[in-house]
T-cell receptor, first 110, second 114 residues
């Protein structure tokens, strides 16, 4: 039972353009959401988070948007850079553990 | 500051054998979490240890077990290995147990069952 879903396994974007990664969840009790970035042969690293009391959080080139009514969050990367090429996981929490999506592989084309 | 360290990096076992994976959390972190990332799947929660005790476990059979030592390092044991246990096993630690402060992950152990 996948409570957090990333329906796009992969995404290709031209360098300098916007990358939009999407994530849907089913559990309305989730109150904290995170994005992790994973390079091959490395563990996921924390990227950005958002609490359910907000609808937007920004950190440099990265912005996360949360739409609670649609149970949807998205990660915007602007401008995209080749170094952003990685697998991105969204995660949601309702307390003491996180539920992860299956990941979206982003390729930024120079 | 050293990050979360996992050993071994790679492990090859035969079906039916036992595998032991190890994790050392970041200094000061008392919680350790284990996740399985099988091909095509997201990170599936396996186990959560805090202060030496198992706090929660995911939907995995009992042959997946582990423990946490007094120094907060942890072991994941997988008994009676099956081919579908082949996966990347990730360990994460956090500073505040049971809160959404995010994890710091290790680089993982790639387990291959043949």
């Amino acid at each position: 039972d996948q409570q957090v879903k990333q329906n796009s396994p992969s995404l290709s974007v031209q360098e300098g353009r916007i990358s939009i990664l999407n994530c849907d969840y089913t559990n309305s009790m989730f109150d904290y959401f995170l994005w992790y970035k994973k390079y091959p042969a490395e563990g996921p690293t924390f990227l950005i988070s958002i609490s359910s009391i907000k609808d937007k959080n920004e950190d440099g080139r990265f912005t996360v948007f949360l739409n609670k009514s649609a149970k949807h969050l998205s990660l915007h990367i602007v401008p995209s850079q080749p170094g952003d090429s990685a697998v991105y996981f969204c995660a949601a929490s309702a307390g003491n553990q996180f539920y992860f999506g299956t990941g979206t592989s982003l390729t930024v084309i120079p | 500051e050293a990050g979360v360290t996992q050993s071994p990096t790679h492990l090859i076992k035969t079906r039916g054998q036992q595998a032991t994976l190890r994790c050392s959390p970041i200094s000061g972190h008392t919680s350790v979490y284990w996740y399985q990332q099988a091909l095509g799947l997201g990170l599936q929660f396996l186990l959560w240890y805090d202060e030496g005790e198992e706090r929660n476990r995911g939907n995995f059979p009992p042959r997946f077990s582990g423990r946490q030592f007094p120094n907060y390092s942890s072991e994941l044991n997988v008994n009676a290995l099956e081919l579908e246990d082949s996966a990347l096993y990730l360990c994460a630690s956090s500073l505040r147990p049971g809160t959404a402060y995010g994890y710091t992950f290790g680089s993982g152990t790639r387990l291959t069952v043949v």
